[in-house]
């Protein structure tokens, strides 16, 4: 099944969006954001290659097989071979896929079919493209056998990419994108990270519920997430403060200036 690395189906999609027109003179009043096309449009691009390519190679990559042995499991994660709730899988499904969509919805109620909102879905495509290589990068490099890998002794290539913990990285880095968003535009507010923290945590639980990932993939998942979700924002904000660097002729040849409005 293709995971929220739809993801980067939907930063293909934005690509198009955000990149049609990216540089205005005249910054809207409600633009949190600075998009730089010759910059973003091959990040994006590139990122998105990195969350899609893998899936379609899957059984090319994967190469480890059970059986799999769990007293070679930590006792920290041990307990989750248990697990199989398949209610907490498909519960799963719906948050990660909530989580995804939602900031689209709060983002155009705000801001209508705007050019921050194009801004917005830039980053925002970004976020979740470059989130999901990280995933794929761990995922298919450690290639660890899935809880309930050690429970069914399963064979299909899919059940040995645990680490980390795809959906749980995708929810937190979509809501937390959401909260920079929001926080930028409207002033700082706890209650987008608590909302973030609150179903980032909750999914982390449904994917360990449903014998899918282990704790410490929980873990790394909610790390990599976080951290996409905020950095890439943070580098795109749009400062009040605008500066730039010029090299100006003067009689002894050029010297560079830096320019900063307060």
């Known amino acids: 099944m293709i995971r929220p690395t739809s993801a980067a189906v939907v930063g293909l999609f934005l690509l198009a969006i955000g990149v049609a027109r ?17 910059i973003d449009g091959p990040v994006l691009a590139v990122s998105a290659l990195g969350a899609t390519v893998p ?3 899957q059984n090319k990559i994967v190469h480890r097989q059970c059986p799999c042995d769990g007293s ?19 519960a799963s499904h719906f948050v990660v896929s909530m989580a995804i969509a939602t900031p689209i919805y709060v983002d155009y109620r705000h801001v209508g079919y705007s050019q921050p909102f194009k801004e917005d879905m830039m ?29 069914t002794q399963a064979t299909d290539t899919g059940s040995f990419l645990s680490f980390d913990a795809g959906h749980v990285a995708n929810t937190v880095a979509a809501l937390s994108a959401a909260s920079m968003t929001y926080n930028y535009r409207h002033g700082p507010s706890p209650w987008p990270w608590v909302l973030t923290g609150t179903v980032g945590l909750s999914e982390a639980a449904l994917r360990s ?7 410490t993939d929980d873990i790394l998942g909610i790390a990599v997430g976080s951290t996409v979700g905020i950095l890439v924002p943070l580098l795109h904000h ?23 409005v307060f």
Request: aromatic share 12%; hydrophobic share 40%.
């Open 123 to 151: 980053v925002y495509a970004e976020v979740l493209s470059i989130d999901t290589s990280i995933n794929n990068l761990f995922r298919y490099s450690v290639q660890r056998p899935r809880p309930e890998a050690y429970r």
């Open 22 to 38: 990216a540089a205005e003179t005249t910054p809207s009043p409600l633009s949190v954001y600075s998009i730089h096309p010759k």
């Open 72 to 90: 070679e499991v930590n006792s920290f994660d041990r307990p989750v071979i248990a697990n199989h709730s398949v209610a907490a899988n498909w």
């Open 238 to 260: 749009r400062s009040k403060a605008e500066s730039s660097v010029m090299l100006v002729p003067d009689n002894k040849g050029a010297q560079l200036v830096w320019h900063r």
């Open 209 to 215: 519920a449903a014998g899918k990932h282990f704790y």
């Open 55 to 57: 899936i379609f190679l």
